[in-house]
């Protein structure tokens, strides 16, 4: 052993041993210590219970809440709708940014500045313009004379979902126009010169050329953007704080509410290992999307 840490192929492990010591310390240690506390009934007023072992208790009490499922059905429908339009939105926003030649680079970095804001400032902003009495939009509704009365955006449960998913679109979108963007810089001219040759017209020569190279970079996108979106929690706290009612409760909201509201640390951490089962899903789906896009693009190539 102190023969193989002389030695020269030991260099590489010794020069990372520092980077998995604080691995350890700062990811699995916290793993295994909300592993253990998901089987017990962890209650933070009363720390002596988190060696009080209750096994599989946690699972079946969140298996079994209604509260949970619901909070499950919405952040699943909330990923569907924001990732979908985020992908539309970016989408257009790459095909148009790549016909432009001149200032370029100017709209890449602008298209950038609302993926640089925090969610919570986001989340602090658009709870100002939904505002009912002094938001901005509802000011420019009556200016407009669309409206008589203020529209309760935050407190009507299915127009709090949706200023929240427009915000989480506005934020993140720029996320799928960069990625985007260069795929499409890195599309071949060649392909698209013959197709225009053999007289494809614009839509078949995007159906069929530069789509189908760009499906790649929307894979990566979504699974980047799936693992953020299910983790969605600073918006959400900040805009309705779950409400009205838990109409707008996410998984994360819900977790947050019951380990430190509630102060019933175990079940929370029993909820956050069943949830994990809805990103690894996610993950797993548009990994293999991916392996499919690339397999056809060497294909076709």
């Known amino acids: 052993m102190t023969r193989f840490f002389r030695s020269p192929q030991a260099t590489p492990y010794l020069l990372l041993l520092p980077a998995i010591a604080v691995i350890l310390a700062v990811v699995l240690v916290p793993l295994l210590v909300s592993l253990w506390t998901s089987f017990t009934g962890y209650n933070l007023t009363k720390p002596a219970t988190l060696f009080q072992w209750v096994g599989l208790r946690n699972y079946q009490r969140v298996l079994a809440s209604s509260d ?20 539309l939105l970016g989408l257009g926003l790459a095909l148009l940014v790549n016909k432009i030649t001149w200032g370029q680079r100017t709209l890449r970095t602008i298209m950038m500045f609302p993926m640089m804001f925090s969610p919570i400032l986001v989340g602090f902003q658009f709870k100002y313009l939904f505002n009912d009495a002094v938001g901005l939009v509802n000011n420019a509704l009556f200016d407009l004379g669309l409206i008589r ?14 200023a929240i998913i427009f915000a989480e679109v506005w934020m993140s979108t720029s996320v799928f126009a960069i990625l985007l963007l260069a795929g499409l810089m890195a599309l071949p001219k060649e392909p698209l010169e013959a197709a225009r040759v053999d007289g494809c017209n614009p839509w078949q020569v995007f159906r069929h050329i530069t789509l189908p190279f760009l499906m ?38 819900l977790m947050t509410r019951t380990g430190y509201q509630n102060s019933q640390m175990g079940m929370a951490n029993a ?15 548009y990994y293999r999307k991916l392996t499919q896009a690339r397999t056809f693009m060497g294909g076709a190539q």
């Open 68 to 87: 949970f499922w619901w909070a499950f059905g919405r952040t699943v429908l909330f990923i569907t709708i924001a990732l979908n339009l985020e992908l």
């Open 149 to 162: 009365e203020p529209i309760a955006w935050l407190v009507d449960p299915i127009l709090a979902n949706f």
């Open 216 to 253: 790649p970079f929307i894979y990566i996108a979504m699974t980047i953007r799936s693992l953020d979106v299910a983790r969605a929690y600073d918006m959400v706290r900040i805009m309705t704080n779950g409400g009205p009612a838990g109409r707008t409760e996410l998984l994360w909201t």
């Open 271 to 285: 909820m956050g290992y069943v949830s994990i089962i809805l990103s690894i899903a996610f993950t797993v789906f």
